[in-house]
């Protein structure tokens, strides 16, 4: 009996707690980014320096399989007798090479707006499955764009066959090489390369 109350004592010397919890279904600002990571969206913005204005602006796609290209899209080429929807107006405010993505099992789509025309839609068709994939920036703050020279901006790969090096390590150091011979090397199987290209009216 004696142990029984000692016991008792101990349990009730110790004060017990009741905490109230705070729900909340409104989404805040780091929410919409992860819920976004989740369906596979994203975006990628290229803020055109101001004197590129009343120049071109191309955007190029390129699809390689095996390290062969395989496909390329040209907007210039496509809208030949409609340059000017390529062109940023002088009189126009400041423009951002915006590309958004989403994740699809079959055709990955992207989206992106030229100086004079809406958004429009572009389908990458899969070879492989969705998981091997990924999307990563070629384009660094310390890179400038040079005039009437192709600049590489996204890719969207497949995971290298290489395995002498991890992931990570892969698209690190791919902006300080050439795409092309970085891939090559690497062994991967399927990219696409998203590119940009500034000449003069």
């Known amino acids: 009996m004696k142990k029984v109350v000692t016991l008792l004592v101990l349990i009730f010397s110790f004060p017990v707690f009741s905490q109230q919890i705070t729900f909340s279904d409104k989404f805040e600002e780091k929410d919409y980014a992860e819920a976004f990571d989740m369906l596979g969206i994203k ?101 400038k764009i040079e005039l009437d020279k192709e600049i590489p901006l996204l890719t969207f790969a497949t995971n290298p066959e290489n395995a002498d090096r991890p992931d990570l390590a892969v698209y690190c150091e791919l902006p300080n090489h050439s795409y092309k011979d970085w891939y090559e090397k690497l062994k991967v199987k399927h990219y696409f390369v998203i590119l940009t290209k500034v000449t003069k009216p």
């Open 43 to 143: 975006v990628f913005k290229y803020q055109m320096p101001e004197a590129f204005k009343g120049h071109y602006i191309d955007l190029i796609i390129r699809e390689y399989y095996d390290g062969i290209e395989v496909k390329s899209d040209d907007y210039a080429k496509r809208y030949e007798n409609k340059k000017n929807i390529l062109l940023w107006q002088p009189t126009a405010n400041s423009f951002t090479i915006k590309i958004q993505t989403l994740r699809n099992d079959t055709v990955e789509t992207f989206n992106t707006r030229l100086p004079g025309m809406g958004i429009k839609n572009y389908g990458l068709k899969l070879k492989l499955k969705r998981s091997e994939y990924l999307w990563e920036a070629l384009f660094s703050e310390s890179k």
